[in-house]
């Protein structure tokens, strides 16, 4: 399982690596700003039956 995942970061071009919380459920979502532009993002993390986790972000 992965410990962590990224996504880039639409208004800046940042790649942001962020921490997955395999406790917190299969589907998740939640709102997090990037660290270099602070612009706010929602989160889409969805964990698959083998543990993979894929992040979609969209600007909130």
Known sequence: MLDD???TCD???EQVVVPIDATA???Q???EDCPVCCRP???NVRIGDDGAA???ARPE
């Open 41 to 43: 993002h929602v989160l």
């Open 25 to 27: 459920g299969r589907d």
């Open 29 to 31: 979502e939640y709102v």
């Open 54 to 56: 894929f992040v979609n």
């Open 11 to 13: 208004a800046c071009g």
């Open 5 to 7: 995942a990224s996504y």
